[in-house]
Each structure stands twice: as structure tokens, then as C-alpha cells.
């Protein structure tokens, strides 16, 4: 294969597979040679005198995400199974809100019985948006799927924001709006809620008058406190000239329902669910979205064309096709959430605070340090989730598991302090 040359007034741009033939314009050892920076973009900063043999391959990166922090992202079972020593069934996991239930027997045997695995899937996921329209109650054309509601929460930033523009977050909330937002080159304006982790409308609204943001997350149930949004205050926020994306990754174990067909009435709703919880199919990537009908068209052209895998599609609808094991998943977690819940609070070092999710947050008395209080449970086997940040550092997050991960938590718990 040969270079390929773009003449550009007298400038050169060098792209492909190195050509000794052609020493002037070849990739050695990662340098770049002969090209000129009259047709690099300004951020590629090269003096044109310069051999840009020095030229570094970060130097191509766009400036905001040179600056940018990686985003924290649990370990995979099999590695922290080497790092604990212990097998992956031997290790509780309660630190990332997953469903220990696992999902029912219907998408195993879809999974095992796929036909076309070698056929790209559908573009428009139109079985599974069929299956959600039933489940939800609002029609198909409504509905977009995403390699989960992460990919989602990423699609609607590229739609909807151009560089330097604003978002509201309110934390502390899932730390993804933040991290997309910093992805897209885009402002992070921080209404904190309060401490009882309601959100503050006023300064929401105060904020959206002074800063002009493009839109607004909310989650309800908050992640990773579990507290909910009610009705008037969404709808006072929904009256602001304002986006609001509602992420309701969780909101199967709060008994409320979902506003999916609230989008039909708002021009400026978004709502986000996933199949990640209530599912438990975290592993396979899929969520979706309800989208008023202005807005979802663009989401449809900016979308990668085949970003829901035909394995995701597949375990989606027969998880679908269950619901009686969805409910009883969902009701013995709820249950198990509320004995969890009054245990925690035994504890004379922890303060749990009510949830309505499949988690609990909890405040660490400051006789304890919460960080080792996560490590010396890794240790015992029982992941939990604590926070970097420093607004959270006294705080951990306990998922809730099956009633026996509880019964070896709680006897850690005893066993520590
Ligand atoms: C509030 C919230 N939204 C979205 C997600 C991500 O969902 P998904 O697994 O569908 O990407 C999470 C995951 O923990 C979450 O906590």
C-alpha cells in the first residue's frame, strides 16, 4: 500500500503506511515527517520551520480532552478476582448498583439460539422498540435504544451542544452527566442539592436566568442517594426555558411511575431508563430513551447506525417477554432494600439514609475513615462504593444484594470495629 498525497497550495499531508521510498513523507517510530502546519489546525501547534520530527502524538488530541480526567469506572469481576484472590462467586459485589438476580431463563436461551449473529443488527432496534412501547405505554416512535443510557446521555450532549455551551448538574448525582459534558467541550455549572439531597429549585432557576445553560440532568431516583423528584418540582423546572433530561435508570424500585409519557406534552422532556437494573442485563448494554418527537429525528441521524448489538436486542425483548420474574426480582430487592435499610442502621458508625433504589448511601461517623472502611471490606470479600470526591469522602454506597449478601455484610460489618 502507498502514501496517499493531498496537494494543498504547496502543502502536503501525509497519510498511511511508511514508504522508505519516500523518506520525506513517512511515519517512523510514531514521528511525522513533511507535514506542513499552514494545513494543520491551530490547536496542532508546530513552528514551520521546525522538523516536526518532534511532534508528539497528544499533540493532535483536541485541548479540552488533553486536560481531561479518565472517568472511574468499576474494575471487571475477573480482575478484582486476582487482586482479592478469591473466586468470583466467593466476591459480594455491592458497588455498582447491579441486579444480583441476574436476568430471567428466556435470555439465556435467546442468547444461545441467535441465528444471524454475522448480520449487523438492526439500525432502528425495531423489535425492541416494539416490545418497549408495550411495556411503557408509549408508542414506538417515541422511543430511541442505546448501548445503554450512558451512550444515550453522550448522544444528546453531541446534539445538543456546541462548544463552550452550559449544563446544569446537580450533585451529588451519577457522575457520568459531568464527565460527558467534559468530553464535549462543554460547561459544568453545579446547583448542589441540599442536604437532605433535595434539588434546589430556586437556585436551579436563578442559575438558568443568569447562565443561559442548554439543559439540565436530573435523576430520579438520585443516584446515589435514592431520593426521588416529585411532581411539582419537576413540572417548576420543566417551566424553565430549559432541556431536562429525567435519567430514570432506577426507577422500577421506587414504586412511582415512570414520566416516559410525559415527553408527549414537553417540548423540553427527555427521559432515560435502562434495562442495566431492573434486567440485570449491565453486561449487554442496553437503554432507552423517550424522546419528544422534535427532538428525537436529530438523535436518529447523529446515532451510530448499529450502536444496539443484535445480542443486546435479543435479551432485551425476552427479558421483555417475562414480566412476572422482572416483578419478583424487583419486589425481593425492594423488600430486601428495607431489611438492609433497618440493619444499616444498627450499625453505630454508619447513618443510612432512605432510599427508594436498589441502593443505600450511607453517612460514616467521623470515628471512621470511609475509604478503609471499603478497603477492609474488599478484603473480607464485600465490595462497596466509595467516593473521590470530596463532597462525599465521609459517605459509602451499598447496593443491595440477595438476603444472604446482606447476612455476610452486616457480619463484616460487626467483625470490623
Ligand atoms: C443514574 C444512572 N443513569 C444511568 C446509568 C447507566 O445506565 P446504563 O448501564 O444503561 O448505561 C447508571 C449506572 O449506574 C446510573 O446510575
Given at each position: 500500500m502507498d502514501v496517499i498525497d493531498l496537494f494543498?497550495?504547496?502543502?502536503t499531508i501525509c497519510i498511511g503506511i511508511p514508504n522508505p521510498t519516500r523518506s520525506s513523507c513517512s511515519f517512523r517510530q510514531s514521528t511525522i515527517?513533511?507535514?506542513s502546519s499552514s494545513v494543520l489546525p491551530e490547536s496542532v501547534k508546530v513552528d514551520?520551520?521546525?522538523?516536526?520530527?518532534?511532534?508528539?502524538?497528544?499533540s493532535f488530541i483536541r485541548p479540552h480532552l488533553r486536560k481531561l480526567k479518565a472517568y472511574q469506572p468499576i474494575l471487571p469481576f475477573e480482575v478484582l478476582s486476582i487482586r482479592l484472590g478469591r473466586k468470583p462467586e466467593d466476591i459480594i459485589k455491592l458497588d455498582a448498583n447491579e441486579n444480583p438476580y441476574g436476568p430471567p431463563p428466556?435470555?439465556?436461551e435467546a442468547l444461545g439460539s441467535m441465528r444471524f449473529p454475522y448480520i449487523y443488527p438492526d439500525p432502528e432496534s425495531r423489535r425492541l422498540r416494539a416490545a418497549l412501547a408495550e411495556d411503557s405505554g408509549i408508542e414506538a416512535e417515541y422511543i430511541l435504544a442505546g448501548c445503554g443510557a450512558d451512550e444515550l446521555i453522550d448522544l444528546i450532549m453531541r446534539c445538543v451542544l456546541d462548544p463552550g455551551e452550559k449544563i446544569v448538574d446537580c450533585p451529588p448525582t451519577f457522575t457520568m452527566y459531568e464527565f460527558d459534558a467534559s468530553v464535549n467541550d462543554a460547561i459544568v455549572i453545579k446547583v448542589p442539592r441540599k442536604s437532605d439531597f433535595s434539588l434546589d429549585v430556586?437556585?436551579?432557576a436563578e442559575v438558568v436566568e443568569q447562565e443561559k445553560p442548554k439543559c439540565i440532568f436530573l435523576t430520579s431516583p438520585n443516584n446515589p442517594d435514592g431520593s426521588i423528584i416529585d411532581d411539582e418540582t419537576l413540572q417548576k423546572i420543566l417551566n424553565l426555558p430549559i432541556l431536562?433530561?429525567?435519567?430514570?435508570?432506577?426507577?422500577?424500585f421506587s414504586g412511582l411511575e415512570s414520566r416516559m409519557g410525559w415527553v408527549k406534552k414537553h417540548e423540553n422532556l427527555i427521559v432515560l431508563r435502562t434495562f442495566s437494573k431492573r434486567a440485570a442485563l449491565a453486561g449487554l448494554r442496553v437503554g432507552y430513551g423517550a424522546f419528544p418527537l422534535s427532538i428525537i429525528e436529530y438523535l436518529w441521524r447523529a446515532k451510530q447506525p448499529y450502536n444496539v448489538s443484535a445480542a443486546a436486542e435479543v435479551a432485551a425483548c425476552a427479558a421483555l417477554q417475562n414480566p412476572a420474574y422482572l416483578e419478583k426480582v424487583k419486589v425481593a430487592l425492594v423488600q430486601e432494600r428495607d431489611r438492609l435499610?433497618?440493619?444499616?442502621?444498627?450499625?453505630?458508625f454508619l447513618n443510612p439514609y432512605p432510599s427508594h433504589s436498589n441502593f443505600i448511601l450511607c453517612e460514616v461517623k467521623s470515628n471512621i475513615d470511609a475509604k478503609k472502611l471499603k478497603e477492609d471490606l474488599a478484603k473480607m470479600g464485600v465490595m462497596i462504593r466509595h467516593y473521590s470526591n470530596k463532597e462525599l469522602a465521609a459517605y459509602v454506597r451499598v447496593s443491595v444484594g440477595r438476603p444472604e449478601h446482606t447476612d455476610v455484610l452486616m457480619e463484616c460489618l460487626k467483625r470490623l470495629y
Open positions: 494543498c497550495n504547496t502543502s515527517r513533511c507535514m514551520s520551520k521546525q522538523d516536526c520530527g518532534s511532534l508528539t502524538g497528544d428466556e435470555v439465556f430556586k437556585r436551579i431536562v433530561v429525567l435519567d430514570e435508570a432506577y426507577i422500577e435499610f433497618k440493619l444499616l442502621k444498627e450499625i453505630p
